[in-house]
């Protein structure tokens, strides 16, 4: 994908019913880690395809078909060109979060099931003053966020991780020992990477992402299905479960900790 091919692409996700992808594509477009992959014919982007290498570790995202152009393998041809593209840089563990309408595609090409992916969505708050424990992110905190993302998620996300985060984009959590203990990192498209260890630093993330809607807005993330305590926290919060997907993998094991999970950037970057 070339910077022409954004606005086409992201129109034909949007005609999909797969939401405006504009800022991810547009961001995704110039990034080193990421490889955006169109298919087209006279000219005519007919589905997109992404390839985020993290070191050993790769995700396989933004795999999206024209609803006109679909059941011709087109589907299958980005995949495998994905995979391809992942694997030539190394990687050996590939990850995905797939759609129930593109699980068996995933399935034929080796990808299986590691947990669910679950989605919860919740109203947004009225501001009841600032919390001592949230610090605006600086750049020093760096090393402390890159290490406990990387402990979470058994991958090394640094050069996304320094390129988006920011004061006005990343907040962090103070444990009692004055350290970073956890941070929220939110993409320009909306997406958000919450790491928390301690369930109660995630809540009190989420909680300021709530209070900053409003009580007439809403707000969304995603976890692990294997976070089970999260789960259970978040519903006591008064978030509702949406329906979700599938986390799937392909090839070597993935050592993570997913109760440490609270939210994803996008599926195409973890």
């Given at each position: 994908?070339?910077?022409?091919?954004?606005?086409?692409?992201a129109d034909?996700?949007?005609?999909?019913?797969?939401?405006?992808?504009?800022?991810?594509?547009?961001?995704?477009v110039d990034?080193?880690?990421?490889?955006?992959i169109v298919?087209?014919?006279?000219?005519?982007?007919?589905?997109?395809?992404a390839?985020?290498?993290?070191?050993?570790?790769?995700?396989?995202?933004a795999?999206?078909?024209?609803?006109?152009?679909?059941?011709?393998?087109?589907g299958?041809?980005?995949?495998?060109?994905?995979?391809?593209d992942?694997?030539?840089?190394?990687?050996?563990t590939?990850?995905?979060i797939?759609?129930?309408?593109?699980?068996?595609?995933?399935e034929?090409?080796?990808f299986?099931?590691?947990?669910?992916?679950?989605?919860?969505?919740?109203?947004?708050?009225?501001?009841?003053g600032p919390?001592?424990?949230?610090?605006?992110?600086?750049r020093?905190?760096?090393?402390a966020?890159r290490?406990?993302?990387q402990e979470?998620?058994?991958?090394d996300?640094?050069?996304?991780?320094?390129?988006?985060?920011?004061?006005?984009?990343?907040?962090?959590t103070i444990?009692?020992?004055?350290?970073v203990?956890?941070?929220?990192?939110?993409g320009?498209?909306?997406?958000g990477a919450l790491?928390?260890?301690d369930?109660d630093?995630?809540?009190?993330?989420?909680?300021w992402?709530?209070r900053?809607?409003?009580p007439?807005?809403?707000?969304?993330?995603?976890l692990?299905?294997?976070?089970?305590?999260?789960?259970?926290?978040l519903i006591?919060e008064?978030?509702?479960?949406e329906?979700?997907g599938?986390r799937?993998?392909?090839?070597?094991p993935?050592?993570?900790?997913?109760?440490?999970?609270?939210?994803?950037?996008?599926g195409?970057?973890?």
């Amino acid at each position: 994908m070339q910077a022409g091919d954004v606005a086409p692409a992201a129109d034909m996700m949007l005609r999909g019913d797969w939401g405006d992808r504009t800022a991810f594509l547009a961001w995704a477009v110039d990034a080193t880690s990421c490889h955006l992959i169109v298919a087209e014919e006279g000219g005519r982007v007919l589905g997109t395809g992404a390839a985020t290498a993290y070191g050993a570790v790769g995700w396989v995202g933004a795999i999206f078909v024209d609803m006109e152009s679909r059941g011709h393998g087109i589907g299958r041809t980005l995949t495998r060109a994905v995979v391809e593209d992942l694997e030539g840089r190394g990687c050996r563990t590939l990850l995905l979060i797939a759609s129930e309408h593109g699980r068996p595609l995933y399935e034929r090409e080796d990808f299986t099931v590691q947990t669910a992916h679950r989605r919860f969505a919740a109203s947004g708050l009225a501001d009841t003053g600032p919390d001592d424990r949230l610090r605006p992110f600086d750049r020093e905190m760096l090393p402390a966020i890159r290490a406990l993302d990387q402990e979470a998620n058994g991958e090394d996300r640094t050069s996304v991780l320094d390129a988006l985060a920011a004061p006005e984009s990343t907040l962090v959590t103070i444990g009692d020992d004055g350290a970073v203990s956890g941070f929220l990192l939110r993409g320009p498209w909306g997406g958000g990477a919450l790491i928390a260890p301690d369930p109660d630093d995630a809540v009190r993330l989420l909680a300021w992402r709530r209070r900053r809607a409003g009580p007439d807005g809403r707000v969304a993330t995603g976890l692990p299905g294997s976070n089970d305590t999260g789960r259970e926290r978040l519903i006591a919060e008064g978030w509702v479960e949406e329906p979700g997907g599938t986390r799937m993998i392909r090839g070597e094991p993935l050592e993570w900790r997913p109760q440490a999970v609270w939210g994803q950037l996008t599926g195409s970057l973890g």
